[in-house]
């Protein structure tokens, strides 16, 4: 589904990736695992086409979709749920959500899914009137999670859902990502919270220093000794 | 159970945090309506209606101002050579058709000449506004964003002189004006003896805006204008592009401009150099409001007008200017992001 070949990417004269090359297969949950500054979000961000690449390749459903601009990579089914979240802050949860879904023209279709997503999400029904601005840090991340759902997309590039929140929020963002899952959405999560997001994924990369230097099933990741040592404290 | 509490608080402590959260609203609302009795008093039904026919016009150049300013942070300008486009695309094609209705008199056409004259104005301000953010703001956006609201205001104020020198080498320095766009007698409204011209361009205006406000709200397209608005970032991730948003951004504040230029003609002339007092008085409304706000430049259109004619009713007319730009100034010395507020998405971190 996704390929990224020999990727070097990085911000004006500063590079951040290296080479870098991941695959991720139809309905698979990846998980992208690293230290700060690693260049997760660089990764992802790559992807989304927010930011251009330097060389190398990304191919998504067998076509190659290097330096396409974000709103177009957007409209082929990639969902990029970012770290900041992007919401649209002074809008209700119901227009961020109807945004969401800007690529679809129909307007009965947008509003099916918006029913769709409200099942999934019910708390997000309860406040479809509220301005995400005057949200919780849980609550946007749900709004932001069911805003990149809207476009029916096949791939979601989710960054850090983890990031900032209390430790059951975060069971219930990665959750959702199950749901998602479930639905049969192909999912890469880049996470801090290694142990949990060991638990729940098929597979995993470690991205060091703008490098992959492992890959492989998540338990066997969890089991490595470096992992343990540098990640997991044990 | 929460939700009880907030929603049953002491009738008198809610009023009070009702009243600090809305302060300036209220103080805003109570000092106009307060202006608006005063005027009244003094000056009777032709004065507010002098309010409705200027604040419309203000409320719908300003409205442009915050679009421009909200989407795309450009200090914008030109705006006020949009509405000298306007006005000379309005003369130009009023003029014939009413040589034409002079010759053989058609009622269809005299009902409709004025309509057509200002719909080509803003037929033509809204192509004007593609070829130039397409040819001068576009590039630069694409090339950097560094320190990108001085660029852009520069390159506006360049648009500007390029527009009013290039119209008077063209067109020459004269006024062209009409006297008026009906040819018929003025109706008495509340006993007084308004103008046609007056009730069309007020009504004008107000269709205008509230189209505009429609559109932002209620559809689509609005609503991704306005999420661009909002967070870039954000817009380009669901798919929306942001070279069209702007582009049509330009587009729509230029048009309106220019089909206020047009429904005005009859009270300011077309020449090169008439952009600058609408221009002027945009400024004073988005400034007064806060930048970038919307909702706030409809209602800051007809407070400026207000303090305008009231000034003229009680302290002269020479003093139209004067006065609502000190208090301009005074509003920002106290409340430095405008009476309403708006936090303007980039202006601070560039």
């Known amino acids: 589904m996704l390929e990224l070949k020999d990727l070097n990417s990085g911000y004006d004269f500063l590079q951040v990736l290296w080479d870098v090359s991941l695959k991720v297969d139809d309905g698979e949950f990846v998980a992208l695992i690293g230290p700060n500054g690693a260049g997760k979000s660089t990764t992802l961000r790559t992807i989304a086409g927010i930011v251009q690449a330097k060389s190398g390749e990304v191919i998504f459903d067998g076509k190659p979709i290097t330096g396409e601009p974000a709103h177009l990579v957007s409209r082929m089914g990639i969902s990029y749920v970012s770290e900041a979240l992007n919401l649209f802050t002074d809008m209700s949860v119901r227009e961020n959500l109807l945004l969401g879904a800007y690529a679809v023209k129909e307007r009965e279709v947008q509003l099916e899914t918006l029913e769709y997503i409200f099942e999934l999400f019910p708390r997000l029904e309860e406040r479809r009137d509220q301005l995400t601005g005057t949200m919780s840090g849980g609550e946007r991340k749900m709004t932001a999670i069911a805003r990149g759902m809207m476009s029916n997309p096949t791939l979601m590039l989710v960054d850090e859902p983890s990031l900032g929140l209390q430790p059951n929020l975060t069971y219930d963002v990665f959750d959702a990502l199950l749901k998602l899952r479930d639905q049969g959405v192909t999912i890469l999560l880049v996470e801090q919270n290694v142990n949990a997001t060991l638990d729940i994924t098929d597979r995993a990369y470690i991205l060091e220093q703008g490098r992959i230097v492992m890959e492989g099933p998540s338990k066997e990741v969890k089991a490595d000794d470096h992992v343990r040592n540098a990640y997991l404290g044990i | ?350």
């Open chain 2, 1 to 350: 159970m929460a939700k009880e509490q907030i929603a049953a608080p002491k009738t008198q402590e809610g009023f009070t945090t009702w009243l600090k959260d809305n302060l300036p609203v209220v103080i805003v609302s109570v000092f106009s309506l307060a202006l608006l009795i005063a005027v009244y008093i003094k000056g009777g039904p032709p004065q507010i209606f002098n309010i409705l026919v200027t604040g419309g016009m203000w409320s719908l150049l300003a409205t442009g101002l915050a679009l421009v300013f909200g989407v795309m942070n450009i200090p914008h300008f030109a705006h006020g050579e949009s509405f000298m486009v306007g006005a000379f695309v309005g003369y130009f094609v009023f003029n014939p058709l009413n040589q034409i209705l002079f010759e053989n008199p058609n009622p269809l056409l005299k009902v409709t000449a004025p309509i057509l004259a200002i719909l080509a104005a803003g037929a033509v301000g809204a192509v004007l506004g593609v070829i130039i953010e397409r040819i001068i703001f576009a590039p630069l956006r694409h090339r950097t964003k560094q320190g990108w609201v001085m660029n852009a205001f520069l390159l506006t104020v360049g648009i500007s002189f390029v527009l009013t020198n290039g119209t008077t080498l063209v067109l020459g320095p004269n006024f062209r004006g009409i006297p008026r766009f009906y040819d018929v007698d003025a109706v008495e409204l509340a006993g007084a003896f308004i103008a046609v011209d007056r009730i069309m361009a007020t009504a004008i205006a107000l269709v205008t805006i509230a189209l505009l406000w429609f559109f932002l709200r209620q559809t689509r397209t609005g609503r991704a204008i306005r999420a661009v608005s909002q967070d870039e970032t954000g817009a380009q991730l669901v798919g929306i592009n942001l070279d069209f948003i702007h582009t049509l951004t330009f587009s729509l504040a230029t048009a309106t401009a220019a089909i206020s230029g047009a429904s005005l003609l009859f009270m300011f002339q077309a020449y090169p150099t008439v952009g600058v007092t609408p221009l002027y008085f945009s400024w004073y409304v988005v400034m007064l409001v806060g930048l970038g706000n919307i909702a706030g430049a409809i209602v800051g259109g007809f407070i400026v007008a207000l303090l305008q004619s009231s000034t003229q009713l009680f302290i002269g007319l020479s003093w139209q200017s004067v006065v609502p730009t000190v208090v301009m100034i005074l509003v920002l010395v106290m409340a430095p992001s405008g009476l309403f507020g708006s936090e303007v998405k980039g202006v601070q971190e560039q």
